[in-house]
């Protein structure tokens, strides 16, 4: 919302600067920002005062006009027509630059010398009114800025960004009452003068209220004989201070009382109202109207209506229809004033999408009882300011009232939650001045009665938070020591994850974060084929679902990287997966994943040796070292099969899927994905790595007799795998084997093309005693036997 | 020739070998075994002690122990030679790069979290996780947000259905934390939210929170004031200075929006501070009685309050990062420069 300095001075006196009173309603709780002068180049302009007005000689339409401008007297040539002498205008001097980008200069017109422009509203930027020119107060010094002018007669403007909970400083007054209480100046509530007629409103209209939990108070207010035009200067003025747009006097008014009370007021043409009545109602299903904003809509039976004898008139609390609208022709007005219900009013926004003034204001709680004073209040300034009769009276049908709570404040409690000792007098006064009744005092306690302006204000607590907030948060001491919760047990499950992202780092992967929602394809990803969760309102299609596994996220990073001439990534992520289950309260299987992607060269290009491009043994590996390290036991792992991966394996440990590692299928990659790279993924759960790990260092003490090592070099059938021929070595090596290596793999010149050559180093140690190189001796017969024997293999 | 005088004459030739000698690993090593090997000139003059007469043996031992200790001396310094031959020769260019170990990187937003933390744990905080699935009960019911309240504009939510929802906020981590543990607790819950906000430079529907809770008898507003001091000074330097604004949020009562000194600027104001020399950091306040009581608490008995800050934007200041889908769609040359 936006409000204006001199307007809130009308409601209390401000102690401050302009930049005074933008802090120290934020430290109210009421976020203030000040506004800069809307319109730029204002402080170029200057007043001068018009000394002598004379016709051209040769234009009947231009006048020659003596103009003083603080210093001297310049000859303006001028064309409005409402120029005269004694005014202070606004004057672009030569040189000067206008908002619109037109410059002034020295210039001759019809032969006579013009040395500047006086002008009108449009000319500056001010408004959009060319009614000739800008005729300033009579007050003005002649010689100051425009900017200077503008800033004292119009004021500071400020936006306040409201929290919802307070309604009540959606008005100038509001936000002067919390003035009020800060400086503990006066409040001025405007007086109304109202000059009633003899007619009575009820004879000319009645109320029905069909909905009385929509609508539990309805009042109006009837003004006869108006004449409806531009709003005088003092109003257009006061709107415009706000950024609202002067319309005609009664709307204006209306938008002023709204501005000034915070109370949503709908002015209708009376004599458009059929029946001398007005229901309101809920509307009916797929009933169309027309608002204010030419826009026909179509109603849900959620939406109440102010309807007359025959027809709807306004959306209520929203928006008014085109068919009782205030036009030129107006003469009677009628004055709705009303509080309806926060919830159907919201509900009514939403379902229309249409957001008003009004509706902001109803939804988050109006005044019920004031709206008796703003109808009174509009009612005075149409007579004043468009003429008219008041009828007599009021209709009020306030068919179910609205209860403000009695609430006891122990001063001990706020002093506990606060933690500072608050002086009770100080306390008690300031409740006062935000509009507390206070019902009762002792020395422990208070009593007070809400005001009907802050739905916000029901129990204890929140009169504490007013104490603070009108104290100043800021003033509240802060204690120079904290107590501690010794805890014997931090949370393990976040000391693992922060271990695995550090271990991760550690070998030389990239962290990286992808989006939780994904698009249906990513969600339903083939390895798994897991059933996703949907959204009921996603953003877009790319965004509805919730990814049931890291990887399509990975490879869409990966293919981002591509794109970029990225080639060579290790990326890991952790993160959480969702999958559906019904059974679950939430209908989510919810599990923290980590997965890695390898592509393109696992180092950094150098000088000193070769690059080496990532293949499933550095996941293997990778894997293997975090079972080593997190000491969970042994791994088995199992080829399986998957439409979509070239080479797919399943780790278990314990008995328990770990994770998959594989190669993506290339045709995969190609058809679905776009890429033309390989690319190795590894994907597995946290959860139970968590479980499987433990954390416990063991030392072994350090072997105290000396190992021997010994080579086995055979050549096999290249279908013979690597894990059979281990099997076979550590049967026959025994207990005394400590180690077994695998280092070296031959295919080619001087080997059968089926077959490959290996080498294994096998470590001996005992650890009571130094081993015999011929007991070493028979054990590697042993092995070189089997191997032949069981496996065919042939030693070189 | 007997063994002495063929010892004599070994002594001359080795001296003659010696002079002609080439100066090559190969030939040092040569000379080596042919004197010194196992079945060297030396080993074999020891070997023929016995042969030799015996009034001459006391002279000959002296004789071959001498020219064994001339052998190994001058080897020796034919080796010396050899390396410092080798390090002269060797030709090294100290502006070659050098060659890197590879080491990964964290997300910007796990470098954030953690530093965030861990301020946290030493003020006595324990992390506490929860689900992004979340029901409306959970999420805002318990944290009395009331049904249709306007607040609940504030956070647009995503559904999954009727009260199941993703989480706007980590609050619901709160909620199971004081339904499950007695006070006092003291803990915070970093984690991912969503809200349904369309994805631009300056906003996103998934980005990260730290929210804190401390529940005791006692607990105060000052002391909140004091916490959250701490943290900002420990966080973003300890001139930071920290101001409360009084603000709204449906679970805590006061409520306070907190600014800390922008410290790109230093309070001068600037473009990141919009020049107001202020950076808004979190929310907070003390705890709702209603939050306490729905979750069983006596909010007679105890008091608490609560924090709440975002990682993302916090990343986003304190690197100058201007666009937040960085995080989400990341270039390996932005995640490599977060060591």
Redesign the interface.
């Known amino acids: 919302m936006i409000i204006n300095r001199n307007w809130l001075e009308k409601y209390i006196d401000i102690p401050f600067s302009d930049t005074d009173l933008e802090e120290h309603l934020?430290?109210?709780?009421l976020?203030t920002v000040m506004l800069k002068n809307p319109v730029a180049g204002l402080d170029k302009l200057i007043v001068g005062e018009i000394k002598q007005v004379e016709k051209h000689p040769e234009a009947d339409k231009l006048t020659i006009c003596q103009v003083f401008d603080g210093t001297e007297i310049k000859q303006i040539i001028c064309g409005a027509d409402n120029v005269a002498v004694g005014q202070k205008v606004p004057v672009a001097l030569p040189g000067c630059e206008l908002p619109g980008g037109f410059k002034i200069k020295r210039s001759k017109i019809r032969g006579v010398e013009s040395l500047g422009m006086i002008c009108a509203e449009d000319e500056i930027g001010l408004s959009d009114n060319h009614e000739g020119i800008m005729v300033l107060q009579e007050n003005t010094q002649p010689g100051i800025t425009m900017e200077n002018y503008i800033n004292s007669t119009i004021g500071a403007s400020f936006e306040v960004d409201l929290?919802?909970?307070?309604p009540d400083c959606n008005s100038h007054i509001g936000i002067a009452r919390d003035v009020s209480a800060l400086t503990d100046g006066e409040l001025r509530i405007p007086e109304i003068l109202l000059k009633e007629s003899e007619e009575r409103t009820e004879d000319h209209i009645s109320v029905d209220i069909l909905d009385e939990i929509g609508c539990p108070r309805y009042a109006a207010r009837l003004v006869k004989g108006v004449k409806v035009g531009p709003s005088p200067k003092w109003l257009a003025d006061t709107i415009s201070s706000v950024g609202l747009r002067p319309i005609n006097n009664i709307v204006d008014l209306s938008n002023f009382v709204l501005m000034e009370t915070g109370q949503p007021l709908h002015t209708f043409d009376y004599n458009k109202v059929a029946g001398k009545k007005i229901i309101v109602r809920k509307a009916k299903a797929n009933e169309k109207v027309t608002t204010l904003d030419s826009e026909v809509r179509t109603l849900t039976e959620d939406i109440l209506l102010i309807c007359d004898a025959e027809k709807p008139v306004a959306i209520a609390g929203i928006m008014g229809l085109e068919n009782s609208e205030i036009s030129k022709e107006t003469s009677d007005v009628l004055i709705e004033g009303a509080y309806f219900d926060?919830?159907t009013i919201?509900?009514g926004s939403k379902t229309l999408a249409l957001q008003t003034d009004a509706s902001y204001r109803f939804?988050?709680g109006a005044d019920p009882v004031n709206v008796l004073f703003a109808i009174d209040r509009i009612a005075s300034l149409i007579q004043q300011v468009a003429g008219g009769i008041i009828c007599k009276n009021r209709i009020d049908r306030y068919v179910r009232e609205i209860e403000f709570p009695e609430v006891t404040v122990r001063f001990k409690r706020i002093n506990?939650?606060?933690?500072?000792d608050f002086d009770k007098k100080w306390v008690v006064n300031k409740f006062q001045r935000l509009g507390c009744e206070i019902l009762e005092k002792t020395d422990e306690e208070v009593t007070v009665k809400t005001p009907s302006w802050r739905p916000d204000l029901e129990?204890e607590?929140?009169y504490?938070?007013e104490v603070?907030?009108i104290f100043g948060?800021?003033k509240?001491?802060?204690?120079?020591s904290?107590?501690?919760?010794?805890?014997d047990e931090?949370?393990k499950?976040?000391m693992f994850i922060?271990k695995m992202?550090?271990d991760?780092?550690?070998?030389?992967?990239?962290?990286?974060?992808?989006?939780?929602?994904v698009s249906q394809d990513m969600a339903k990803f083939e390895l798994y084929d897991r059933p996703a969760?949907?959204?009921?309102?996603?953003?877009s299609r790319e965004?509805a679902f919730?990814r049931t596994s890291l990887i399509p996220g990975l490879l869409?990073?990966a293919k981002?990287?591509f794109n970029?001439g990225?080639f060579d990534?290790?990326?890991?992520e952790i993160?959480?997966i969702?999958v559906r289950e019904e059974k679950s309260?939430?209908?989510?299987r919810?599990t923290m994943n980590f997965a890695v992607l390898m592509t393109g060269n696992t180092?950094?290009i150098?000088?000193?040796?070769r690059q080496r491009e990532a293949n499933l043994y550095y996941l293997k590996g990778l894997l293997e070292q975090i079972a080593e390290d997190y000491r969970i036991g042994e791994l088995s792992f199992e080829k399986i099969e998957n439409e979509i991966f070239s080479k797919l394996v399943r780790v278990t440990a314990k008995g328990q899927d770990l994770c998959l590692l594989g190669e993506l299928h290339p045709l995969y990659l190609n058809k679905k994905q776009g890429i033309d790279k390989n690319i190795w993924i590894l994907e597995g759960n946290v959860d139970l790595l968590f479980e499987l790990f433990d954390p416990e260092i063991r030392y072994n003490s350090l072997p105290k007799y000396p190992a021997t090592q010994r080579d086995v070099s055979i050549v096999v059938d290249r279908s013979l795998q690597i894990g059979d021929i281990e099997k076979v070595i550590r049967e026959k090596a025994g207990k005394n084997l400590a180690d077994f290596i695998f280092y070296d793999e031959y295919k080619g010149e001087n080997i059968e093309k089926s077959k490959r050559s290996l080498t294994f180093n096998l470590v001996f140690q005992n650890n009571e005693r130094t081993l015999l190189d011929s007991e070493i001796d028979k054990v590697m017969i042993k092995i070189h036997t089997a191997l032949h024997k069981e496996l065919n293999a042939e030693l070189r | 020739m007997d063994l002495y005088q063929e010892a004599k004459q070994n002594r001359i030739d080795f001296q003659s070998e010696i002079d002609a000698l080439e100066l090559t690993e190969q030939s040092v090593e040569n000379l080596r075994i042919k004197y010194l090997g196992k079945k060297g000139i030396i080993r074999y003059l020891f070997q023929g002690f016995s042969s030799v007469k015996p009034e001459e043996k006391k002279e000959y031992g002296q004789f071959v122990n001498v020219f064994k200790n001339e052998v190994e001396g001058k080897i020796e310094e034919l080796q010396e030679s050899l390396i410092k031959q080798k390090t002269v020769a060797e030709v090294f260019d100290h502006t070659?790069?050098g060659?890197?170990p590879?080491?990964?990187?964290?997300?910007p937003?796990?470098l954030t979290m953690?530093e965030i933390?861990k301020i946290f744990?030493e003020?006595?905080f324990?992390?506490?996780?929860g689900?992004?699935?979340?029901?409306d009960y959970y999420n805002f019911a318990a944290l009395n947000f009331p049904?249709?309240?306007?607040?609940r504009?504030?956070q647009d939510t995503?559904?999954?259905?009727k009260d199941?929802l993703?989480r706007t906020h980590t609050s619901p981590i709160q909620v199971r934390a004081m339904q499950k543990y007695q006070p006092?607790?003291?803990l915070i819950t970093p984690g991912?939210v969503?809200r349904?906000?369309?994805?631009s430079a300056r906003s996103h529907?998934?980005f990260h929170q730290i929210e804190g809770l401390y529940i005791?008898e006692?607990v105060?507003?000052?002391?909140l004031?004091?916490?959250i001091?701490i943290f900002a000074k420990r966080y973003f330097g300890k001139n930071v200075k920290t101001?409360?604004?009084?603000?709204?949020f449906p679970f805590v009562?006061?409520?306070?929006?907190v600014d800390v000194t922008c410290f790109i600027c230093g309070g001068e104001g600037c473009r990141v501070c919009k020049k107001t020399g202020w950076l808004e950091i979190m929310g907070c306040g003390?705890v709702?009685?209603n939050v306490l009581e729905e979750s069983g608490i006596d909010s007679e008995k105890y008091?608490g309050y609560a924090f709440g800050m975002g990682p993302d934007r916090i990343t986003m200041l304190k690197y100058g990062i201007d666009d937040i889908r960085l995080?989400?769609?990341?270039?390996?040359?932005f995640?490599?420069q977060f060591k």
């Open positions: 934020t430290y109210l709780g976020e929290t919802p909970n307070r926060p919830a919201r509900k939804e988050r506990k939650i606060i933690g500072y129990r607590i929140d504490i938070e603070v907030r948060m800021e509240i001491p802060e204690p120079k904290l107590s501690i919760i010794l805890n931090p949370n499950k976040h922060e992202r550090t991760l780092c550690g070998f030389g992967l990239n962290e990286n974060y992808n989006n939780t929602l969760i949907e959204l009921a309102n996603p953003l965004l919730l869409n990073t981002l990287n970029r990225n990534l290790k990326l890991f993160g959480n969702q309260q939430t209908k989510a919810e180092e950094i150098n000088w000193s040796y | 070659m790069p060659i890197r590879q080491r990964g990187s964290l997300h937003i796990s953690r933390v744990q003020m006595g324990d992390i506490e996780f689900p992004e699935v979340e029901t049904d249709n309240h306007p607040a504009d504030m995503f559904f999954v259905e199941i993703l006092p607790m003291r991912r969503f349904n906000e369309a994805v529907c998934i005791d006692n105060t507003f000052a002391d004031k004091t916490t001091d101001r409360f604004r009084p603000s709204f009562e006061p409520g306070a929006e003390m709702d009685p008091s995080f989400f769609d990341s270039d390996i040359k995640l490599k």
